[in-house]
Structures are given as C-alpha cells and as structure tokens.
C-alpha cells in the first residue's frame, strides 16, 4: 500500500515555463487535493476533487490547473510559471472530506527563477 | 474572517521534558480540530481529532484538549523524544458542504539531546 506518491520531488522552472506535478493515489479514495505550502504559513487549498470527473477551486487556484480522469490519479497543471509559485506543493487524499483524515504526500518542492 | 493561530512560533525542549502547544481558532461553525504533525520533507499526519462534544483526546504521549467556548485547543507532549522534533500543525474544519478546513501556520518543535 504505497498511499499518497507525487513526482517529481524536486523541479527547478524558468519562468513562462510550464509543468504538470503527478499524484497517485491506491486507497481508492474520492476526495483529492492540492495544496501549497509556504514558509511560515498553514497549507492553502489550490484545487479539490471530490470524485472522477469533479474538480473544484480552492483559496488560490490562480496559475493552476487540475483534472480528474480517474479515482487514482489528480495532477496539476502549471502554465506559465512565475516566481510567486515558487512553493512546496502537497498532494493529498481522504474518504470523507476535507474535515476527515487527509493522507498526505511527500510533497514536491519547486523553485521558479 | 475564519482563522487559526498558534503559539509558539517554535519551541526548543530538552530530551524527556513536557511541553504544551497553543491553538486558537475564530473558525464558525465549527466541525472537528485535528492536530498533524509534520516532520522535515515530509507530509503531515494526523495525530487526533476533536469534536465539539469532546475536550481531551489521547494518542500515545500526545494529548490534545478542546475549550469549544473559548475556542482554545492545546496539545501537550509528555517526556519528548528526539523523533518529536517537527512541525505541528492545527486544522479546524468548517461546518460546509464538505467541511472546509483551515490550516495553522504550525509550531516548529525542537528537541534536543
């Protein structure tokens, strides 16, 4: 049972450049989410999906970009990076909702200059 | 505005001392309140979860408590091993259609030999 696996770990981007962040998922769990971790602050919500096919925004969605194909996998889109992205970037699963147990990635970190 | 603070901002303790962690929350209605921890390059994990009926929670030598009125909770570590050192992380979820949650910006806990 591997939980929660996003790839890569660590990226460097140019700017303007684009990229998608994977994450997987093997507890067959409905609820997936983004979010992005910044020095000294709490974790905000990028985007959400609360089953294959249903995606929704989150507090800062801006810049961002998510589909649900399957109940596995929830990748992320970034087009057009700006160094404001520069952030560590979470992935992460629960069974009942946010509010619920969230299993969470180890988490990719990326640096735009 | 619905917020979550905690106190201290970090935290350096001696090998085998208690120590007590600070949340307050302005988060309305209230759901549940978890505590996560969060070690260095890794993603958190849930310690325990309170809801509003309850004010003490266990999980090992962690104890978290709940004041609903004041809207306090506080986490205490007893006897602290080095493999405490790490971020803890308070969540508060939001009574919503799927129980929005809103993270602290987290207690960075030292322990030292």
């Known amino acids: 049972n591997a939980g929660v696996t996003q790839t890569p770990k660590f990226r460097i981007l140019k700017i303007g450049q684009s990229m998608t962040l994977q994450c997987a998922q093997d507890m067959n769990h409905n609820y997936m989410y983004w979010y992005r971790q910044d020095p000294g602050m709490g974790l905000k919500l990028i985007y959400y999906?609360?089953?294959?096919?249903?995606?929704d925004k989150g507090e800062v969605p801006n810049g961002y970009n998510v589909s649900r194909s399957t109940t596995e996998d929830f990748p992320l889109r970034l087009e057009l990076a700006a160094p404001s992205q520069t952030s560590v970037y979470f992935c992460?699963?629960?069974?009942?909702?946010?509010?619920?147990?969230?299993?969470f990635g180890p988490g990719t970190r990326l640096l735009v200059l | 505005k619905n917020q979550v603070e905690q106190s201290p901002q970090s935290l350096i303790i001696l090998e085998g001392k208690n120590c007590t962690l600070q949340?307050?929350?302005?988060?309305?209605?209230?759901?549940?309140l978890r505590w996560y921890k969060q070690d260095t390059g890794r993603g958190p994990v849930s310690l325990t979860i309170?809801?509003?009926?309850?004010n003490t929670k266990s999980n090992g030598r962690y104890t978290a408590t709940l004041d609903a009125d004041t809207k306090q909770s506080s986490l205490h570590i007893t006897a602290s091993q080095l493999s405490d050192s790490a971020s803890y992380i308070c969540?508060?979820?939001?009574?919503?259609?799927?129980?929005?949650?809103?993270f602290g910006p987290g207690t960075s806990l030292s322990v030292i030999p």
């Open positions: 309170m809801t509003f009926s309850e």
């Open positions: 969540v508060v979820s939001e009574k919503t259609s799927y129980d929005k949650v809103i």
């Open positions: 992460a699963s629960s069974y009942s909702g946010q509010g619920g147990t969230q299993y």
């Open positions: 949340c307050n929350y302005t988060v309305s209605p209230f759901s549940n």
């Open positions: 999906s609360v089953g294959a096919g249903i995606t």
